[in-house]
C-alpha cells in the first residue's frame, strides 16, 4: 500500500497564523473603505468604474455588454472575459459595491500567498510575516484601490499562487490560476508566457513552463488577433500609444527590433529612470543583482509601460505596473532566502515598507483632492435621487447624458454618456434626462461645453427644468 505521508508532505502548506489572517481582513476592509468613500464623494469617472459597471450590469440582465459612451462591446477593449463571472454577483444584487468589495479582496489577499511564497523559501516566521505586510505596504497596491476598477487586480494574488503552486509541482493549481489570470486582461497573456520562460530556464519547472507559454501566447494571439478585432473591428486600442513604432500590433513588435534607436531614446531617459524609482524604492531593501533574473516574467510590462508614450503607465497611481509587482516580490525574497540582502531584520524591513508607503501612497488625496465637489455635493446626490432607474425600462426613458464623474453612479441603464469635448453631444433628443454641474464639467469636458449643452437644453421645448441647486442642473424631456 502507498504511503500517504510523502504526498500529503508535497502538497502541504504551512499553516497561516492567525495575525496574518487579521491583516489581510484589515487591508480589505480599508481598501473597501476607501475606494467606497472616494465613490460617494463623487471622485470615480466614467473611465474606468462606469465602463466595467455598466458592461457587468448588462450582462447580468442578458443584454449585449456594450458599453455606451465607448460605443463598443466590452470584449473589444482588453478581452477581460473574467467579467462576465462578476455579473453573476449582480444577478443577485445589481451593486457598484461588488466591484469595490472584489478589487478589495483580491488585493489584500495577495498578501497570503506572498506569506506562503516566503515560508516555501524557509524565511523564518517573522520574516514571512514582514514580506506579507511589504506587499500590503507596496505603493502601488494602495493607491491602485483608489483608481475605480480593474479586472487585473484580481490577477495580482493568482499570479502570486501559480508562483507558489509550480514550486510545489501542484500543475493543476498552476494552471486554474494562469487560466483566470488571462481571462482578466489580454496583456497579461505576455507576462504569463514570459512566466512560462522563466520556470523553465530558472526555475527547472517544465511542465509548468510549458503550460503557462503555450496558454499565453496563444490567448495573446487568440485575444490579439480575433476576438478584440472582432467586437472591435480597429483592432487592439492601445497600440495608438506605440504610433511612433507602427500602426498595427506586429509592425509595433518588429519595430522594436528593426528600429532600436526608437527604442532607446525611451529606455535611455529621465522617465524611465524616475519610473524605475518609484518602482524598486519600496523594495530596494531586499533587491539583490544575484537574483534579479526573477523579474524575467515582469520583462513585457517593464518594456510596455517604458515604451509607450502614455505617462500614466509610468507611475505608481495606474494598474499598468501591477503584473510587474509578484515578480520584484520574489526577487526580494529570494534575496532575503539567500542572506544577500542589506536589512535582514523583520522590524527594519517593515519600517522600510512604511516610510515607502507614507512617501508614495496618495492616502493625502482624503483631505485634498477628494474634497473638491464638496460644495456641489448634496444637490448632485438630490438630482440623481430624481432619475428614475427601473430595470424594467432599458430604452429611451432612462437614457442619459451627465458628466464623467456622476457617470458611474447612472450606468445600471442601457445608455448613458458623458459630456467630452472629442465627441460633443450632436442633440439632446435622444436623452431622456440632462445633468449638469457648471461649477465642475468633469473629465474630458470644460465650461464652455457645459455651458453650450445647458442653453441647448434651456431653448429645447421638449426639455423641462426639473431641479436647479449650486449650479447643478437636471432637465428631463417630456415624453
Known amino acids: 500500500m502507498m504511503d500517504a505521508q510523502p504526498w500529503k508532505k508535497r502538497f502541504s502548506l504551512p499553516s497561516l497564523p492567525w495575525h496574518v489572517g487579521v491583516m489581510i481582513a484589515i487591508a480589505a476592509l480599508i481598501f473597501l473603505l476607501c475606494s467606497s468613500v472616494r465613490h460617494g464623494l463623487f471622485q470615480s469617472s466614467a473611465l474606468d468604474l462606469g465602463y466595467f459597471d455598466q458592461a457587468i450590469y448588462l450582462i447580468s440582465q442578458g443584454l449585449p455588454p456594450i458599453v455606451s459612451f465607448w460605443g463598443y462591446h466590452v470584449m473589444g477593449g482588453h478581452a477581460d472575459w473574467i467579467i462576465y463571472g462578476i455579473a453573476g454577483l449582480y444577478k443577485l444584487y445589481p451593486s457598484i459595491y461588488w466591484l469595490f468589495a472584489i478589487q478589495a479582496i483580491a488585493l489584500a489577499m495577495g498578501a497570503l500567498p506572498s506569506w506562503h511564497l516566503a515560508r516555501q523559501a524557509r524565511l523564518a516566521p517573522p520574516q514571512a510575516t514582514a514580506i506579507a505586510l511589504v506587499y500590503l505596504l507596496y505603493p502601488l497596491v494602495f493607491n491602485l484601490n483608489l483608481f475605480d476598477f480593474h479586472p487585473e487586480v484580481i490577477a495580482l494574488p493568482l499570479l502570486l499562487s501559480a508562483v507558489l503552486a509550480a514550486r510545489g509541482n501542484r500543475v493543476g493549481w498552476f494552471t486554474l490560476c494562469i487560466i483566470l489570470s488571462l481571462g482578466c486582461r489580454d496583456a497579461l497573456s505576455l507576462t504569463i508566457a514570459a512566466m512560462g520562460l522563466w520556470l523553465i530556464a530558472i526555475e527547472k519547472k517544465g511542465e509548468c513552463g510549458a503550460i503557462a507559454l503555450s496558454l499565453g501566447t496563444a490567448w495573446f494571439l487568440i485575444a490579439t488577433q480575433a476576438v478584440i478585432p472582432h467586437f472591435r473591428p480597429g483592432g487592439v486600442e492601445s497600440v495608438s500609444r506605440y504610433a511612433y513604432l507602427g500602426e498595427s500590433l506586429f509592425e509595433v513588435i518588429a519595430n522594436i527590433f528593426l528600429k532600436p534607436h526608437l527604442v532607446f531614446s525611451k529606455v535611455f531617459s529621465l522617465d524611465t529612470l524616475v519610473y524605475l524609482l518609484f518602482l ?55 534575496s532575503l532566502a539567500a542572506n544577500h540582502t542589506w536589512i535582514k ?21 482624503f483631505g485634498s483632492k477628494y474634497l473638491t465637489r464638496l460644495d456641489s455635493w448634496q444637490a448632485t446626490r438630490e438630482a440623481i435621487a430624481l432619475i428614475q432607474t427601473s430595470d424594467q425600462t432599458l430604452g429611451l426613458k432612462e437614457s442619459v447624458l451627465t458628466t464623467s464623474y456622476i457617470a458611474p453612479h447612472l450606468t445600471h441603464r442601457a445608455r448613458l454618456e458623458y459630456t467630452k469635448l472629442i465627441a460633443p453631444p450632436r442633440q439632446l433628443d435622444e436623452f431622456r434626462y440632462v445633468l449638469l454641474n457648471l461649477q465642475d464639467p468633469g473629465w474630458a469636458s470644460s465650461p464652455e461645453l457645459a455651458q453650450s449643452v445647458l442653453q441647448t437644453a434651456q431653448s429645447n421645448p421638449q426639455f423641462r427644468l426639473e431641479y436647479q441647486r449650486d449650479r447643478v442642473y437636471l432637465f428631463v424631456q417630456q415624453p
Open 280 to 334: 524598486v524604492i519600496p523594495l530596494a531593501w531586499g533587491l539583490s543583482v544575484r537574483h534579479l533574473l526573477h523579474l524575467l516574467p515582469a520583462v513585457p510590462t517593464l518594456a510596455m509601460n517604458i515604451l509607450s508614450d502614455l505617462p500614466s503607465q509610468r507611475d505608481l497611481l495606474h494598474q499598468y505596473s501591477l503584473p510587474a509587482l509578484p515578480f520584484l516580490l520574489l526577487v526580494a525574497i529570494a
Open 345 to 365: 531584520q523583520p522590524r527594519w524591513i517593515v519600517l522600510w515598507s512604511l516610510v515607502a508607503f507614507l512617501a508614495l501612497a496618495k492616502y493625502e488625496f
